[in-house]
Every structure is written in structure tokens, then in C-alpha cells.
């Protein structure tokens, strides 16, 4: 069963810092690129930035550029978010999902697998 699994979620300060991780279950992370996604309250979701299956390919939001950065460890089956400089409205579920294709993740929008989701919560 293929699945995904995010951790390093919680409950921070604005200014503060966190560090996402998404690990597969199944399969092999190097050979689909990875988007991370979030949902706030009431919103739709979004996807905040993504990275190609290489490495060598890279999308962040306007919202998020400068202060998150996507990185992926082939080697360890692992993909990363560094989030800095947290804010409130970054608050949400945060998704790592996995596609074949690379501009789907942040063209379209959209995946192929999806984690379960880890909670971000900034206080002011």
C-alpha cells in the first residue's frame, strides 16, 4: 500500500521555525516529485511549493518564498520543509504528496498520493 507520512508539525510562535519531513511508505520518493500543501480553516488548500524528482526543479508561492525551502535526501527516502520566519496565517495541515509529474504539483495542483496531514499552528 503506498502511502505518505509527514511529521514535525506543531504548535510555534510567529518568527519561529519548523522543519517538515515526508517519508513514503511502499515506494521510493526518487522517482516522483514531491509538492508540500497546506489547508487553513475555512480554506481551500493550497500548494506552498514542490520539488522535482532530481532535485534540480523547485516551486514556492509568493506567499511563502524566502522563508520556506523544499529539499529532498534520495538517499534517505525523505523529503524536507524548512519553514522560517513562521507567521500566523501559516497556520494549517500540511500535506506532502507525490506525482510522476512535476507540474502537476504546482500547475495543477494536485497528486497522485497524498499523506494524512501534520497540524502547523502559530500564535501571535
Known amino acids: 500500500q503506498v502511502q505518505l507520512v509527514e511529521s514535525g508539525g506543531g504548535l510555534v510562535q510567529t518568527g519561529g521555525s519548523l522543519r517538515l519531513s515526508c517519508v513514503p511508505s511502499?515506494?521510493?520518493?526518487?522517482?516522483?516529485?514531491i509538492g508540500w500543501f497546506r489547508q487553513a480553516p475555512g480554506k481551500e488548500r493550497e500548494v506552498v511549493s514542490a520539488?522535482?524528482?532530481?532535485?534540480?526543479?523547485?516551486y514556492y508561492a509568493d506567499s511563502v518564498k524566502g522563508r520556506f525551502t523544499i529539499s529532498r535526501d534520495n538517499a534517505k527516502n525523505t523529503v524536507y520543509l524548512q519553514i522560517d520566519t513562521l507567521r500566523p496565517e501559516d497556520t494549517g495541515v500540511y500535506y506532502c504528496?507525490?506525482?510522476?509529474?512535476?507540474?502537476?504539483?504546482?500547475?495543477?495542483?494536485?497528486?497522485?498520493?497524498w499523506g494524512q496531514g501534520t497540524q502547523v499552528t502559530v500564535s501571535s
Open positions: 504528496a507525490a506525482d510522476s509529474y512535476y507540474s502537476r504539483l504546482w500547475i495543477d495542483k494536485d497528486a497522485a498520493y
Open positions: 511502499g515506494f521510493s520518493l526518487k522517482y516522483y516529485a
Open positions: 520539488i522535482s524528482a532530481t532535485g534540480d526543479g523547485t
